[in-house]
């Protein structure tokens, strides 16, 4: 029997990631028949079915969902064993799979960006921006490199490292300007606009006012912090916003921002990589420059 190749193997990922041939073909950089003639010579190879092709739909078949397992974990080792080479030989970093959280990256990618082309211009960094379970679920599989994300993740195979901590603030109508600041009690009476089930920033703020997610007002969850300001400019409801969106959010509807008296509700935020990461001594120095840009915020 003929040996299959690692490039057949990533063909085979993309696809059974994507149970989507032209998806699968743009994130190979090839064309889609022959990315279908390399997933039929890789089952004539191994002598099974991998997929269940039908006019409108593509399927893992029982021995394929298997096959995808074992093939992650291959291409997580090669990928690493690569990085383990490179860190041996001082060498930087050619490419970086970065995830980053949608409730920060519109505010600190701008900053970060910028300070990573200053410090290494020849890194070649990949972003992708996603909801926390995705990123973790991407960082065990060996499709992301590193995440920035709210803390604590409590993934026994990652290295979590802390970067810096970062208030919320209340945001209200402006007609509501002058009004007394409600604390975490006085929160719970009001209508809390918060973002749709998945978004880590949802649960720390119903952890903030002690609420149960079920409420009254259910379905005026916002899919992005900038729907849920413009929803408080509307007049819906009020508001959480993290610290470093303000100078982007604020000045997007007609809201009033305060700060809250006493104790603030509050996020960690952090990076973390597999902890088989040979890379771990780069991460952070990169964890340096996210800092950095923090304090710019």
């Known amino acids: 029997m003929a040996d299959f190749t690692l490039k057949q193997l990533r063909y085979f990922e993309a696809l059974a990631r994507h149970l989507h041939f032209g998806l699968a073909a743009d994130t190979c950089a090839i064309s889609q028949p022959a990315l279908s003639m390399q997933i039929k010579e890789l089952e004539e ?19 394929g969902g298997q096959f995808a397992t074992r093939a992650r974990e291959i291409l997580r080792a090669v990928d690493e064993l690569a990085d383990l080479a ?129 409420r009254p007002w259910d379905g005026l969850d916002g899919s992005s912090l900038s729907t849920l300001v413009q929803m408080v400019g509307a007049g819906l409801g009020v508001t959480l916003l993290p610290q470093m969106a303000i100078g982007v959010e604020a000045r997007a509807a007609d809201v009033d921002i305060v700060r809250f008296a006493g104790v603030a509700p509050s996020r960690t935020v952090g990076m973390v990589w597999r902890k088989t990461n040979p890379l771990a001594a780069q991460f952070s120095q990169i964890a340096k420059v996210v800092q950095h840009s923090a304090r710019q915020l």
């Open 86 to 214: 490179r860190a041996a030989a001082a060498q930087p970093m050619g490419r970086l799979r970065l995830g980053v959280i949608p409730t920060i990256a519109p505010y600190l990618l701008p900053r970060f960006l910028a300070g990573m082309k200053a410090e290494y211009p020849a890194l070649d960094l990949h972003i992708r921006e996603t909801l926390t379970p995705r990123l973790i679920q991407e960082l065990a599989d060996g499709r992301i490199d590193a995440a920035i994300v709210a803390l604590p993740v409590d993934e026994p195979s990652f290295t979590e490292l802390a970067l810096f901590d970062e208030d919320f603030v209340l945001v209200r109508p402006h007609v509501e300007a002058g009004n007394p600041i409600p604390d975490k009690d006085g929160l719970q009476e009001m209508r809390l606009l918060l973002l749709e089930e998945g978004h880590c920033f949802r649960d720390q703020a119903l952890a903030y006012c002690t609420m149960r997610a079920a």
């Open 45 to 63: 190879i191994i002598g099974a079915a991998l997929f269940e092709r039908s006019a409108r739909q593509v399927r893992l078949t029982q021995f």
